[in-house]
């Protein structure tokens, strides 16, 4: 599997994209595909698809990176080397692919509780009505699980970067079983 | 119940962050404080800029509207959140931004326009004025110089701190700077009001200005919940700002105010009056609107005026002259949008203002979600006479010129 070679060791995965970064590209999005999976629709449990994910949303995180404010040992010298204009191309050809249905199925339970709490914590408000995303926010549906959990959870420890302090905001009143009921209803959810 | 649950949730959030940063829990984000049970699921939100910036090729600038004689064209683009502007005494122009970390300055050479970063690292730096050969930068809690900066642009000179420690409480809202040179020789810059609608400490929602040459700060006007655009009235010497008001208290209230200054120290009605003559629900009670100064021009609901300066260049017709040029950044918490456009304010024969369209076109549905593609954010006058108007939506500057005929 493609996935499985960023999957083994992240130093391996950031050797071989600082190898291609090293390169004088213009920006690629099949070098992107090594850890996002083909066409942006992440195989890997931790990474985040970019498939069909709102243009602005992917090139405001590029930028994050890009400028320290948010951190990750593969992204970050990634982004380094990313010009605005490369970004700009990347994030247009991400937002137009068709992102594939879910392999997450989110349990029965999870399924009746989570609309609710999408509600009770306003995760409606910004990423929309069926959580996909608008603008500079992005999707949530059908996202990867493991990465949506992580992100939760370095949002409520204060610990990822927030353009605007709303995730800061948002995660703070979620306990450890709101997150998981969350994560486990959206990851499930159609992207489309 | 979920009362208990939420207390314990916060509880536990409480002990949690205490026990990892020694700081209380995050208040809600500044612009949603002050909303009633009601808003709570309001669709309102404010819009974030393209911070890798759009091509100018990509947008579409046959909308934009200028009056007859006049002439607006992109002069730069890929100025990443281009916000405030200032003119070098050499041409350099010095642009902002206040979610980036940078300052750019955009040299003219033969027509092409050469960007570069000069400054880099900053804390939030949308201020910035130049005054003799020195640039000054407003960050979120720091005011420096940079001495000599324009004949240094590819080796800037370190900074110099003029006053520090401006943002001691790392405030959720409101924490970027405008910054200006008065007549007096004085900085003058904001200091916003920490949220939405809330009680501001002694220094806070005021106008201050310091003097570079001791450091010495003063509160130069109060009551200011935020503004981020003032100038100097070119006989007066007064001076004139733009101020935004409170949010959540519907589509047509409170207005965004055009203030003067005529003594120091007066009171502009923040957290307790608004727009002159509408008490604050809260922290309006058992006060007059009669204690505070009232605007001298109401501008419209959120309409968001920023940057302005008076017109004293010799480009424009002579009707232009002493006219006031106001970017207005447009409007967010009002279901059907304004603004977003750059307006002039004339003055009829009393010294009485009055708003005239200049620039518009920005604003394309305002039912839409997001309703424009640029927003303007300051406007500086050149040498030439030409307007410079910044948009950090896409971080782009346009120039409006006027041909004679």
């Given amino acids: 599997m493609n996935g499985s070679f960023c999957n083994a060791g992240a130093a391996a995965c950031a050797a071989a994209l600082c190898l291609l970064t090293g390169i004088a590209l213009a920006a690629d999005p099949q070098l992107c595909a090594a850890c996002h999976g083909p066409e942006g629709n992440s195989v890997i449990p931790a990474n985040p698809s970019l498939a069909g994910q709102p243009e602005q949303s992917i090139s405001i995180q590029l930028f994050q990176f890009r400028e320290g404010n948010r951190k990750d040992p593969q992204m970050t010298p990634i982004a380094a080397n990313l010009s605005n204009k490369e970004m700009n191309e990347l994030a247009a050809y991400f937002s137009k692919q068709k992102a594939a249905a879910p392999s997450h199925k989110t349990a029965p339970e999870n399924a009746a509780a989570g609309p609710k709490l999408a509600q009770q914590f306003n995760c409606v408000q910004c990423h929309g009505p069926a959580l996909r995303g608008q603008q500079h926010i992005p999707r949530l549906a059908g996202q990867q699980y493991d990465y949506l959990l992580a992100q939760l959870r370095k949002f409520k420890a204060q610990k990822r970067a927030d353009l605007d302090g709303n995730m800061t905001s948002a995660t703070e009143p979620l306990t450890d079983k709101d997150i998981e009921i969350l994560i486990d209803y959206v990851a499930g959810l159609s992207p489309q | ?405």
């Fill in chain 2, 1 to 405: 119940m979920s009362f208990c649950k939420a207390l314990a949730a916060a509880f536990l959030a409480m002990f949690a962050t205490a026990a990892l940063a020694q700081q209380a829990p995050s208040a809600p984000p500044s612009w949603q404080q002050g909303r009633d049970a009601q808003q709570a699921s309001s669709p309102l939100h404010p819009f974030a800029p393209h911070m890798t910036g759009r091509a100018s090729k990509d947008l579409p600038l046959d909308k934009l509207k200028v009056p007859a004689g006049f002439k607006v064209e992109v002069w730069a683009d890929g100025i990443a959140e281009a916000r405030s502007l200032a003119l070098g005494d050499k041409g350099t122009v010095f642009v902002s931004n206040r979610l980036a970390k940078d300052v750019y300055a955009v040299v003219d050479r033969n027509g092409q326009r050469e960007v570069k970063t000069v400054l880099k690292g900053l804390n939030a730096p949308n201020g910035v004025v130049f005054n003799k050969g020195t640039l000054y930068v407003a960050e979120r809690d720091r005011i420096t110089r940079y001495d000599g900066i324009e004949d240094n642009l590819d080796s800037p000179p370190a900074a110099k701190v003029v006053v520090d420690g401006l943002d001691p409480q790392n405030q959720p809202g409101h924490f970027w700077k405008f910054l200006a040179m008065g007549p007096d020789g004085k900085l003058y810059y904001n200091v916003g009001a920490p949220g939405n609608i809330v009680m501001p400490s002694y220094f806070q929602a005021t106008i201050s200005r310091v003097d570079p040459k001791s450091g010495v700060v003063e509160t130069y006007a109060q009551g200011v919940r935020n503004s981020v655009g003032f100038d100097w009235h070119p006989q007066t010497k007064q001076l004139w700002f733009t101020e935004h008001g409170r949010d959540w208290l519907g589509d047509d209230s409170p207005s965004d105010e055009l203030n003067v200054v005529k003594t120091k120290g007066q009171h502009f009605g923040y957290p307790y009056c608004h727009q002159g003559d509408t008490l604050d629900p809260e922290f309006g009670k058992h006060r007059s609107c009669s204690e505070f100064t009232p605007p001298a021009l109401k501008l419209g609901a959120h309409v968001a005026p920023l940057g302005i300066r008076f017109y004293t260049g010799k480009m424009f017709p002579a009707e232009y002259q002493g006219n006031i040029f106001m970017a207005r950044h447009g409007s967010w918490n009002r279901t059907t949008k304004q603004g977003y456009d750059v307006v002039r304010v004339t003055f009829d024969a009393d010294g009485k203002p009055k708003l005239q369209p200049f620039l518009e076109g920005f604003l394309t549905d305002e039912k839409a979600d997001p309703p424009m593609w640029g927003r303007p954010v300051d406007v500086l006058q050149m040498k030439d006479g030409s307007l410079l108007v910044s948009d950090d939506y896409n971080g782009i500057i346009y120039r409006v010129s006027y041909a004679k005929k």
